[in-house]
């Protein structure tokens, strides 16, 4: 923490309390108090201030946890209490913790769930283009022009973007496997839409190098040892800020060690 402090937005995502987006929902509906004051978007916190989050103390956690879990559908990625089928009640862990990005509601497969911000950011920032992988079963038979238009990038239109271009297999008559440096919303079941395609099941089975492996659905356990080595190995040169998307003849400049 420097001199000025830390945006409270940061600060609350670093302490585990949640993300910096949900964050920023509570600050603009009052719930973030500092020294007796409430809070307003891009306040700063000093280290001998005191912050109070929905009516309760910070304090910042220096045990790093890191779970992963294998989210049933029906399960929703918030930590909302009004929500009733929130994530984190579902696992009732003894320590405040919060979901490293979303899976949707109707999706099941590796969720990670955290009380470190930073790892969170670096992970789920798209610029930083660190793969997420599934396994998708179709309501049709799965077509070569199918797998092709998927892993060429598809135009969402509701969205107003072109999808990255990815890694797509069949997996059998009616699923697929499909690897993704993006997170858009419902981003495998609009591009299927965009083919004529609906999505029956989908099952996330690794973010990074953190595999689903023999998790049970509802069941969670700790990332740790060399596969949490490993994590950080992978995120060392990510940002837990905006990325700038170079072109890539710039980013094959630099990989190459050249440039300007």
């Known amino acids: 923490m420097d001199e000025n402090g830390v945006r409270i937005n940061k ?10 987006r ?32 929905c009516g309760k103390p910070v ?15 029906g399960i929703v990625c918030t930590t909302e209490k009004r929500e009733k089928d929130n994530v984190v009640d579902y696992i009732h862990y003894p320590k405040r913790i919060y979901p490293v990005g979303r899976l949707d509601k109707d999706s099941e497969g590796l969720l990670l769930l955290t009380n470190n911000g930073s790892i969170v950011n670096k992970m789920m920032r798209s610029g930083n283009m660190h793969e997420k992988e599934y396994i998708v079963t179709v309501d049709k038979p799965v077509t070569d022009y199918f797998l092709r238009g998927l892993s060429g990038g598809v135009p969402l239109a509701e969205l107003g973007v072109m999808t990255r271009k990815c890694f797509v297999e069949r997996t059998g008559k009616r699923s697929f496997r499909i690897v993704l440096t993006q997170g858009l919303n419902r981003q495998i079941r609009r591009m299927c839409e965009y083919f004529g395609y609906r999505v029956r099941n989908l099952v996330r089975v690794r973010i990074m190098n953190i595999g689903l492996g023999s998790l049970a ?7 740790t040892g060399k596969e949490y080595e490993r994590l950080l190995v992978l995120l060392r040169d990510s940002s837990d800020g905006p990325v700038i998307q170079r072109p890539r003849q710039e980013r094959k400049r630099k990989r190459d060690g050249g440039g300007r």
């Open 11 to 20: 600060f609350l995502s670093e302490a585990g309390v949640c993300s910096r």
């Open 217 to 223: 659905v509802g069941t969670y356990r700790e990332v």
């Open 22 to 53: 949900e964050a920023d929902r509570q600050i603009e509906a009052g719930n973030v108090v500092i020294d007796g004051k409430t809070a307003g978007t891009g306040a700063r916190v000093l280290p001998t201030q005191e912050v109070i989050f």
């Open 59 to 73: 304090k910042k956690e220096n045990e790093m946890i890191l779970l992963a879990f294998y989210k049933p559908a």
